[in-house]
T-cell receptor, first 115, second 111 residues
Framework: EPEVTQTPSHQVTQMGQEVILRCVPISNHLYFYWYRQILGQKVEFLVSFYNNEISEKSEIFDDQFSVERPDGSNFTLKIRSTKLEDSAMYFC?????????????FGEGSWLTVV | GQQLNQSPQSMFIQEGEDVSMNCTSSSIFNTWLWYKQDPGEGPVLLIALYKAGELTSNGRLTAQFGITRKDSFLNISASIPSDVGIYFCAAPKTSYDKVIFGPGTSLSVIP
């Protein structure tokens, strides 16, 4: 069964460093997402991406964050200068069509620890 | 803003018991989704509901889309240890492309 894959599964970084999280969405999907889950809390929307541009973003997704689809398969999330509060599990997701009505499939997550 | 509430927050049940949890909102949604999250993993879709009043099953799981479109229920029959995890309800925000999640119901099953 096709799945969303993410790398790395776990990354430890120093505060102020740049981090890039990588995702390979399901191949025929056109909509891509990043979500974040701080330990013990709910899953929070960060950004959605369609047709090579951001279609929606949350207030969490400030100037320190950026997304890119550098080629036909990868979808990346960059955090320019990490802060301690960026420590969280970051989930990439994709869907075949946009919302509402179409389901989103999640990757297994990239656990980011900022020290 | 639009917000989902889940209850109960956590449950401890004996293996074999049935489980019921719900998700409510003050806003109307046209789709309800139920996800399960195992520790350290991403949410996995269990059931998707697209129509008010719809009742959908997936094995031992049954979910219903409330008539008012402001709530949804998930039932698990004859629970087993692998049902342990956090169950999230989710719904697409009407303004396109954003799915919001409830805070989750943590389920523990005692063998």
């Amino acid at each position: 069964e096709p799945e969303v894959t993410q790398t790395p599964s776990h990354q430890v970084t120093q505060m102020g460093q740049e981090v890039i999280l990588r995702c390979v969405p399901i191949s025929n999907h056109l909509y891509f997402y990043w979500y974040r889950q701080i330990l013990g809390q709910k899953v929070e929307f960060l950004v959605s991406f369609y047709n090579n541009e951001i279609s929606e973003k949350s207030e969490i997704f400030d100037d320190q964050f950026s997304v890119e689809r550098p080629d036909g398969s990868n979808f990346t999330l960059k955090i320019r200068s990490t802060k301690l509060e960026d420590s969280a599990m970051y989930f990439c997701a994709s869907s075949e069509q946009g919302q509402p009505g179409n389901t989103i499939y999640f990757g297994e997550g990239s656990w980011l620890t900022v020290v | 803003g639009q917000q989902l509430n889940q209850s109960p927050q956590s449950m401890f049940i004996q293996e074999g018991e049935d489980v019921s949890m719900n998700c409510t909102s003050s806003s109307i949604f046209n789709t309800w989704l139920w996800y399960k999250q195992d520790p350290g993993e991403g949410p996995v879709l269990l059931i998707a509901l697209y129509k008010a009043g719809e009742l959908t099953s997936n094995g031992r799981l049954t979910a219903q889309f409330g008539i008012t479109r402001k709530d949804s229920f998930l039932n698990i029959s004859a629970s087993i240890p692998s049902d342990v995890g956090i169950y999230f309800c989710a719904a697409p925000k009407t303004s396109y492309d954003k799915v919001i999640f409830g805070p989750g119901t943590s389920l523990s099953v005692i063998p």
